[in-house]
T-cell receptor, first 114, second 113 residues
Framework: GAGVSQSPRYKVAKRGQDVALRCDPI?????LFWYQQALGQGPEFLTY????????KSGLPSDRFFAERPEGSVSTLKIQRTQQEDSAVYLC????????????FGSGTRLTVV | AQSVSQHNHHVILSEAASLELGCNYS??????LFWYVQYPGQHLQLLLK??????LVKGIKGFEAEFIKSKFSFNLRKPSVQWSDTAEYFC???????????FGKGNQVVVIP
């Protein structure tokens, strides 16, 4: 597609529920990034893929967070046993090669944990 | 790890006024610098970027930014804003060959017609 597509746009989860957030990057983009943006803050890095390889997951806040990109295109961010502090906008971005070539961001998924 | 500071989180100004948003970063090595903009209800978009060369960078929609290495700064400017510039502006940095962007907290800019 023309841009990075994320689904769902909005997700309300009960505390303790598992959620899965999907990202469809731009076709042919090698690099894929996940960011978490809390209210009133800038995006915070979560994890980075180059093709199917997860090269950096140092930003994942706990072992409840898991990301995959099994075929080097679509990626899923999974959050297990959601907590209220997980409420945020989750942004996906893709890049043709590295971040320095500029990311294209998706519109994000707004997760609210109640 | 690098950090990015943006001050004056909320800025309100009238159309035709000049805008300057400050950005300072902490990393002392080679850096790549970016400004992103997020219009209401839209995704983050790249305004401009600096990798090397002329420290005065021109971006889209009349924005420019100046890299001052000695001050670890990359301030964003626009001489005359329009109502359509109402948005949130984020400064971001990559450094040391690291692929991850480090963002500032953003500046919420409101332009009054």
């Amino acid at each position: 597609g023309a841009g990075v597509s994320q689904s769902p746009r909005y997700k309300v989860a009960k505390r303790g529920q598992d959620v899965a957030l999907r990202c469809d990057p731009i076709s042919g983009h090698v690099s894929l990034f996940w960011y978490q943006q809390a209210l009133g803050q800038g995006p915070e890095f979560l994890t980075y893929f180059q093709n199917e390889a997860q090269l950096d997951k140092s930003g994942l806040p706990s072992d409840r967070f898991f990301a995959e990109r099994p075929e080097g295109s679509v990626s899923t961010l999974k959050i297990q046993r959601t907590q209220q502090e997980d409420s945020a906008v989750y942004l996906c971005a893709s890049s043709l090669r590295t971040a320095n070539y500029g990311y294209t961001f998706g519109s994000g998924t707004r997760l609210t944990v109640v | 790890a690098q950090s990015v500071s943006q001050h004056n989180h909320h800025v309100i100004l009238s159309e035709a006024a000049s805008l300057e948003l400050g950005c300072n970063y902490s990393y002392g090595g080679t850096v790549n610098l970016f400004w992103y903009v997020q219009y209401p209800g839209q995704h983050l978009q790249l305004l401009l970027k600096y990798f090397s060369g002329d420290p005065l960078v021109k971006g889209i929609k009349g924005f420019e930014a100046e890299f001052i290495k000695s001050k670890f700064s990359f301030n964003l400017r626009k001489p005359s804003v329009q109502w359509s510039d109402t948005a949130e502006y984020f400064c971001a940095v990559t450094s040391g060959g690291n692929n991850r962007l480090a963002f500032g907290k953003g500046n919420q800019v409101v332009v009054i017609p």
